[in-house]
């Protein structure tokens, strides 16, 4: 069967190109006219007319000048001779100047040149003499200043206060450091005062802070309340004689490891009284 299909397929590829070769007819391009439907070939309908012609149109050749040559020419200029002339140079004679005629002065002796330093000499001591008898004359002595003092306590000198006022502030100092109780506060908490103390022993504007605002509390608590209590206490009474109405304490302290009170040498009194 395979065989017989082979030889099919052969036997039809041969009748095709054998009738391609005998009828080469069929195989050209064909149209379909009028309404009888005649068939009639492309190439019969073609005429010279419906043939599209190409011109070609002649290129002009391009002309090429080449560049003239230019002729240089070298023109000569004789330049005229200079005339020299003779010239005469005649010397100019300077006026001359005259020069002064220095007259030697005789040069003065030993003995007059002593003489006029003894002169000078002495009209300039007469001449200090005068004017120091005219200071004196015009200074005249003033009266020496009368000693004033404000001073007025009869009981101690001015030193023996100020040491008393110092000793003053120290036990007030010390008092308050005691009857606050702030050592519970932390290592290096600063603490800070100040009030007032009229003659009579009332305290007041009391004033307190801290360094630390988580302490606040225990200024406020038990520092301020220390301070209160010191009123109208024997430690407030001022110094004997003194001619003060009030005075202000101010003072701090450190929370440390040891107590330290303080002393008299860490104040210095410094108000005056004003009438």
């Known amino acids: 069967m395979d065989f017989l299909k082979v030889a099919i397929v052969v036997l039809f590829v041969v009748l095709t190109i054998l009738t391609v070769k005998i009828h080469p007819e069929i195989h050209q391009p064909m149209l379909i006219e009028d309404a009888d439907f005649k068939l009639v070939r492309i190439s019969d309908t073609i005429t010279k007319d419906s043939i ?28 005229p001779p200079v005339q020299t002339k003779n010239v005469q140079i005649k010397p100019i004679q300077l006026p001359k ?41 015009t200074i005249q002595p003033q009266p020496a200043p009368l000693q004033t003092s404000k001073h ?26 005691k009857d606050s109780n702030a050592g519970v506060a932390p290592f290096g908490t600063m603490f800070t005062f100040s009030f007032l103390v009229d003659k009579y022993g009332n305290v007041s504007n009391v004033k307190v802070s801290c360094s630390n605002n988580f302490c606040m509390d225990i200024a406020r608590n038990n520092l301020k309340p220390a301070i209160s209590k ?3 206490k024997p430690i407030l009474n001022f110094p004997r004689g003194t001619q003060r109405t009030s005075t202000v304490v101010n003072g701090s302290f450190m929370i440390g490891s040891e107590d330290r009170f303080s002393t008299p040498s860490n104040f210095s009194d410094i108000e005056r009284v004003v009438h």
């Open 230 to 232: 010191l009123q109208r």
């Open 97 to 137: 100047k005259e020069v002064p005629v220095q007259t030697q002065t005789p040069e003065p002796s030993q003995m007059e040149l002593l003489q006029k330093l003894l002169n000078t000499d002495i009209e300039d001591t007469k001449a200090l003499q005068e004017n120091a008898e005219k200071l004196a004359k």
């Open 52 to 79: 599209p012609v190409m011109t070609i149109k002649p290129q002009q050749p391009t002309m090429t000048q080449e560049p003239v040559p230019v002729k240089t020419v070298e023109v000569k200029v004789q330049e």
């Open 152 to 177: 007025k306590n009869p009981y101690m000198t001015e030193q023996e206060e100020l040491i008393a006022w110092n000793k003053w502030r120290s036990n007030i100092h010390n008092q308050i450091m």
